[in-house]
C-alpha cells in the first residue's frame, strides 16, 4: 500500500477517518493525502474563505498526528462536487484505500440519494474503509461477510494487505432451500433433519473450496455459517466476535445496476458496529 486518500468534511466524525488514515500510513509507510472538498456551488468569495480556513484547520490537523506516527503527507482542498471531486483525486492520485468517515443520516436527504461513501463504492475502482470508531489501535480482529464468491476473496485479500497480523473470521448465511415444505408435517421430521444436514455439509466443502485460494491460510474453524437473513446474520457475528473491521466485497455491475449498491450492503455499512471496509469484486 503506497497512497492513501482520506476524506474531510471537518467533523468529529472525520477526525476518527483521519486517525485511522494516519495510523495506517504509518504503519506501510504510505503517502497521506488529507482530502477536503468545498461546495462549488457556493459563491466564490465564500467559497475562497472555506478553502482557506479548511487549509488551516487539517494542517493543524495533521501536524497533531505527527506527533504519534511518522506521516508523509498532503492537504489538499478543492472547489466542487464531493464525491465525483473525491473520485478524481483518488483516480488521478493512484490511491490505494479511500477513507471516509460514518455518514450523518439526513432522513429526508438519504431518501433521495446514497451518502458520499456509499457512492464512493458504487463508482469508484479502490477500497474503501468507512470508520466509525476511534483509532486506539492497529485492526486486530477481522470479520469478512462471504457468499463464496470472486469479490469476496478480492476484499478478503484486501483486508489481508490492509492488516496482515489481524486475526481473520468468515461468515456466511444461507436459507435452507423448502424449509417450509419439509417442516409443515410431523412426519416429514426425519426428512427435514437428512435435508438440514446435508445442505450444511455442502457449504463447509464449498467453505473449504473457497478457502484453497486465499493467499494467507484461514482455519475452517473460522468460518461461521449460520441460517438466516445475511444482514442480521453477519450483524449478530459481528457483535458476538467484537470485531474491529467488517469487510465486504461488492458485486460488480455496468450501467443502471451500478448505481444500486445493494440492501445488504448498505444495511451492514450503515449498522455495523465497526469500521467497515468495503471492497469492488473487480
Do not use: N
Not at 151 to 161: F, S, V
Request: proline share 4%; with cysteine.
Amino acid at each position: 500500500m503506497k497512497t492513501i486518500l482520506v476524506a474531510s468534511d471537518l467533523s468529529a466524525r472525520s477526525d476518527r477517518a483521519l486517525a485511522r488514515a494516519a495510523m495506517l500510513a504509518h504503519q506501510h509507510k504510505a503517502r497521506l493525502i488529507v482530502l477536503h472538498v468545498v461546495d462549488e456551488e457556493l459563491p466564490a468569495a465564500l467559497a475562497d474563505r472555506q478553502v482557506e480556513d479548511a487549509t488551516d484547520s487539517l494542517r493543524a490537523a495533521v501536524a497533531a498526528l505527527t506527533d504519534k506516527w511518522v506521516l508523509s503527507s498532503k492537504v489538499q482542498v478543492i472547489v466542487g462536487e464531493h464525491y465525483q471531486t473525491i473520485l478524481a483525486e483518488a483516480e488521478t492520485s493512484q490511491a490505494d484505500l479511500v477513507v471516509v468517515g460514518q455518514h450523518r443520516k439526513d432522513v429526508l436527504l438519504d431518501l433521495f440519494r446514497g451518502s458520499t461513501g456509499e457512492r464512493i463504492i458504487r463508482f469508484g475502482a479502490q477500497p474503501v474503509l468507512i470508520v466509525k470508531s476511534a483509532a486506539m489501535h492497529p485492526y486486530a480482529s477481522i470479520l469478512a461477510a462471504v457468499d463464496f464468491s470472486t469479490p469476496c476473496k478480492r476484499a478478503i485479500e484486501a483486508a489481508l494487505t490492509l492488516a496482515p497480523d489481524a486475526d481473520v473470521k468468515l461468515v456466511h448465511a444461507f436459507d435452507v432451500p423448502f424449509r417450509g415444505l419439509l417442516f409443515s408435517g410431523a412426519s416429514m421430521e426425519q426428512l427435514a433433519k437428512k435435508h438440514q444436514k446435508q445442505f450444511q455439509e455442502a457449504v463447509e466443502a464449498q467453505s473449504r473450496t473457497f478457502l484453497e485460494d486465499i493467499s494467507v491460510p484461514i482455519p475452517l474453524r473460522q468460518v461461521t455459517a449460520r441460517e438466516g437473513r445475511p444482514e442480521e446474520v453477519v450483524l449478530q457475528v459481528a457483535g458476538d466476535s467484537r470485531c474491529d473491521l467488517l469487510v465486504l466485497g461488492t458485486h460488480g455491475r455496468s450501467g443502471l445496476g451500478r448505481a444500486l449498491l445493494g440492501s445488504v450492503a448498505e444495511s451492514l455499512i450503515a449498522r455495523a458496529p465497526c469500521d467497515v471496509l468495503a471492497v469492488r469484486g473487480w
